[in-house]
């Protein structure tokens, strides 16, 4: 069973940065495409950021772009998001995803779909 744990979150003032992390176990990274999402209270999970399957590309909402980077170690099984230049309006709970594929900047499944917990992310002065 694949699982993911998420790390990294927390308070940062608007014009700062925050990495999170995504730990994988269980699974060969490679196999899966890995998503960051966001959940702000009282909407849709928002996918944000997605590394193709094999690392072979990533993906970005017109809302992170430019801003938040990508970036996976397959030796060490683990995921990241660098996010600069944070405006409060990317507070929220962020998560990680491991599933088949990305689509726009989702990780989407055909049959694999496992997520980590979550992790706050609050932008604020």
């Known amino acids: 069973q694949v699982q993911l744990v998420e790390s990294g979150g927390g308070l940062v003032q608007p014009g700062g940065s925050l990495t999170l992390s995504c730990a994988v176990s269980g699974g060969t990274l490679d196999f899966y495409a890995i998503g960051w999402f966001r959940q702000v209270p009282g909407k849709l999970r928002e996918g944000i950021s997605c590394?193709?399957?094999?690392?072979?590309?990533?993906t970005y909402a017109e809302s992170v772009k430019g801003r938040f980077t990508i970036s996976r170690d397959n030796a060490k099984n683990m995921v990241y998001l660098q996010m600069d230049s944070l405006q409060p309006e990317d507070t929220g709970v962020y998560y990680c995803?491991?599933?088949?594929?990305?689509?726009?900047?989702?990780?989407?499944?055909?049959?694999?779909?496992?997520w980590g917990q979550g992790t706050q992310v609050t932008v604020s002065s």
């Open positions: 590394s193709k399957v094999g690392n072979t590309g990533s």
């Open positions: 995803r491991a599933a088949d594929y990305c689509s726009g900047s989702a990780a989407s499944p055909m049959g694999h779909d496992y």
